[in-house]
């Protein structure tokens, strides 16, 4: 079984619809980010959380939410999804700052 | 604003050569760089963690360096194979804990 593990994988949706993206992960981390992959663009991140009282937006958080509902269980919503929000959205975890973060698979998300 | 560029953006080369990936990145005050595999379909593998006050990493074929003060690294592949095809990605950690990352390198080996 994989240590972070993304649901769905795949989604295809309409404008103006709520979606929720959901992550969970075995390592037993307390560290868990989400980030958004476009083409030619990298990774960037939408948030973080530390523990389950700390969470913190990231470099492009505007029309997102999240929601830690457990050391384990890490979600990112979309309130009200537009197509350009269209990209592959990754989850990952960490031990600590100065550890490596271990990724998802990915979900595909696609707006239209 | 941390900016981190890779280069080249596609790279093709024959089944068994050594070569390098370049990255750069604008601000030298880094808590570490990490490089990461991608895989059509699949998510960031891990593949060496460089600290900021390390030179380089080395793992199996690969070898990662670190140049701080003018803010570039370099991961280092030896005696390429096919499966070594995927796309490469560099990312730097910032003292506020954000991961910066590159757009990646689109490497295919070629058998």
């Known amino acids: 079984d994989a240590d972070v593990t993304q649901t769905p994988r795949n989604r295809i949706t309409k404008t103006g619809k709520r979606i929720m993206l959901e992550c969970s992960q075995t390592?037993?981390?307390?560290?868990m980010y989400w980030y958004r992959q476009d083409p030619g663009l990298g990774l960037r991140l939408i948030y973080y959380?530390?523990?389950?009282?700390?969470?913190n937006k990231g470099e492009i958080s505007d029309g997102y939410s999240v929601s830690r509902q457990a050391q384990a269980k890490f979600s990112l919503s979309l309130e009200s999804a537009i197509p350009n929000q269209t990209a592959l959205y990754f989850c990952?975890?960490?031990?600590?700052?100065?550890?490596?973060?271990?990724f998802g698979d990915g979900t595909r998300l696609s707006i239209l | 604003k941390q900016e981190v560029t890779q280069i080249p953006a596609a790279l093709s080369v024959p089944e068994g050569e050594n070569l390098v990936l370049n990255c750069s990145f604008t601000?030298?005050?880094?808590?570490?760089l990490q490089w990461f595999r991608q895989d059509p379909g699949k998510g960031l593998t891990s593949l060496l963690l460089i600290q900021s006050s390390q030179r380089e990493q080395t793992s199996g074929r690969l070898n990662a360096s670190l140049d701080k003060s003018s803010g570039r690294s370099t991961l280092y592949i030896a005696a390429s194979q096919p499966g070594d095809s995927a796309t490469y990605l560099c990312a730097v950690k910032e003292y506020g804990n954000k991961l910066v990352f590159g757009a990646g390198t689109i490497l295919r080996v070629k058998s």
């Open positions: 990952a975890t960490s031990r600590s700052r100065g550890q490596p973060q271990h």
């Open positions: 390592k037993g981390h307390d560290r």
């Open positions: 601000d030298s005050a880094i808590y570490n």
């Open positions: 959380s530390f523990d389950v009282k700390d969470i």
